[in-house]
């Protein structure tokens, strides 16, 4: 079985997914660094449905560097890992305030620095926020990678961000991740794939274990 070019796998996901995109809901770039904190092993919908009355109630920085963490944690109660969440959201507000005069910082160095922020989450707001070249590598991505090619199974998610970082050229990283998520959510689902609207089948490599990579 011959794997696609990693560019084939892109134009045929930009035919299904033309207007792919982030599906946090955010008003500026700290709602959207909270929300994707927040995002980690929870849904993108889970999350839209805290984030409206967690800022309303901490609607900057600022409020939410100050706020208490039994509060936060009732506001975002309802996902997974919640207050581990809520310490994190809260620390990031603190270190910004305190290491970068307030201003969300842009270079992944200093995004992974913060509480809450792993690179998978800087690619997210570098791409989001900042317009930068990302390529953020989350189930969704790392599945469909391995399925088509485009990654060993054995691969971690940083050399998967890696390799496709190599494979693809950068001005189209961004919306590619957003595309093959996309494509993981509502085709190539873990476990019932809907193989039967996939243009990709005839190069699938779910139960091929021999990936060219």
């Not at 991505?141 to 060993?152: E, F, H, N, P, T």
């Not at 970082?165 to 998520?181: G, R, S, V």
């Amino acid at each position: 079985m011959k794997n696609l070019p990693a560019l084939k796998i892109i134009e045929e996901l930009e035919k299904l997914f033309p207007e792919a995109k982030g599906e946090l809901n955010s008003r500026n770039t700290y709602e959207l660094c909270v929300a994707v904190i927040l995002s980690a092993q929870s849904t993108d919908v889970s999350v839209n449905q805290v984030t409206p009355a967690l800022f309303e109630a901490y609607p900057t920085l600022e409020s939410l560097a100050k706020a208490e963490l039994n509060d936060v944690e009732s506001y975002i109660a309802r996902l997974g890992l919640y207050r581990a969440k809520a310490k994190n959201i809260i620390g990031f507000a603190q270190v910004v305030i305190e290491r970068f005069d307030g201003v969300i910082p842009s270079s992944m160095e200093d995004l992974t620095s913060l509480p809450g922020v792993g690179r998978k989450c800087a690619n997210v707001i570098q791409g989001e926020c900042f317009h930068l070249p990302s390529l953020a590598v989350d189930t969704h991505v790392s599945r469909i990678a391995k399925r088509l090619g485009l990654a060993y199974q054995k691969d971690s998610v940083a050399v998967i961000e890696r390799k496709l970082k190599k494979k693809l050229p950068k001005e189209k990283w961004t919306k590619a991740h957003h595309q093959m998520i996309f494509f993981g959510r509502y085709l190539c689902q873990a476990r019932k794939p809907r193989c039967y609207r996939c243009p990709f089948v005839e190069h699938c490599h779910e139960k091929n274990k021999n990936l060219i990579a």
